[in-house]
């Protein structure tokens, strides 16, 4: 069963880090990318980041260039995201989302999704 | 950046009538939009790519039509299950891979 799920969410002060995880089961790193995307309490989806399948490409969204970094051990079928800096306007649940289509960057939308990891920005 | 725009903001419709939303890009995207359903509390799951193409387990009464600036998803006879947020999506030029603000199809 193609699965992802997410962990490392949580209450984090501005300015300080934290790292998401994004496990995976049924599927290979390297034929797939993944992606992150968020949604703020209440609003709608912003892509974050994404880690090409073969790990060499990484894009982020301008909101978070710099600060956020996608890595992946694929020994673990783990993703990461590093998050640092964190602003009040980062709180959003975060999920992981795998491409449709195998070797592609992105295209034909996003086929699999974790059930998602809250983080709060709060002092 | 490509703006995804969406409308109406909220549709009310009842069970077993047709619903219609609509999509709009800044500029073209070609084919190259997707559309998901999100429940409250739920993920967002990939309905149809292509514009057209329904992904896998999508049932038939949900189709999608439209290329370059104007898109369409049509519910052709609305179930209980159907009454969520449905976002587009647009993958033609990126990144960023942006999504538009979102459709919240109500029960009228």
């Known amino acids: 069963q193609v699965q992802l799920v997410e962990s490392g969410g949580g209450v984090v002060q501005p300015g300080r880090s934290l790292r998401l995880s994004c496990v995976a089961s049924g599927f290979s790193f390297s034929r797939y990318g993944v992606h992150w995307v968020r949604q703020a309490p209440g609003k709608g989806l912003e892509w974050v980041a994404l880690?090409?399948?073969?790990?060499?490409?990484?894009y982020y969204a301008d909101s978070v260039r710099g600060r956020f970094t996608v890595s992946r051990d694929t020994s673990k079928n783990t993703l990461y995201l590093q998050m640092n800096s964190l602003r009040a306007e980062d709180t959003a649940v975060y999920y992981c989302?795998?491409?449709?289509?195998?070797?592609?960057?992105?295209?034909?939308?996003?086929?699999?999704w974790g059930q998602g990891t809250m983080v709060t920005v709060s002092s | 950046e490509i703006v995804m725009t969406q409308s109406p903001a909220t549709l009310s419709v009842s069970p077993g009538e047709r619903a219609t939303l609509s999509c709009r890009a800044s500029q073209s995207v070609n084919s190259n939009l997707a559309w998901y359903q999100q429940k409250p509390g739920q993920a967002p799951r990939l309905l149809i790519y292509g514009a057209s193409t329904r992904a896998t387990g999508i049932p038939a009464r949900f189709s999608g039509s439209g290329s370059g600036t104007e898109f369409t998803l049509t519910i052709s006879s609305l179930q209980s299950e159907d009454f969520a947020i449905y976002y587009c999506?647009?993958?033609?030029?990126?990144?960023?891979?942006?999504f538009g603000q979102g459709t919240k199809v109500e029960i009228k």
């Open positions: 999506q647009q993958y033609n030029n990126w990144p960023p891979w942006t």
């Open positions: 989302a795998k491409d449709n289509l195998y070797t592609s960057l992105g295209m034909y939308g996003f086929d699999i």
């Open positions: 880690l090409s399948y073969d790990g060499n490409n990484k």
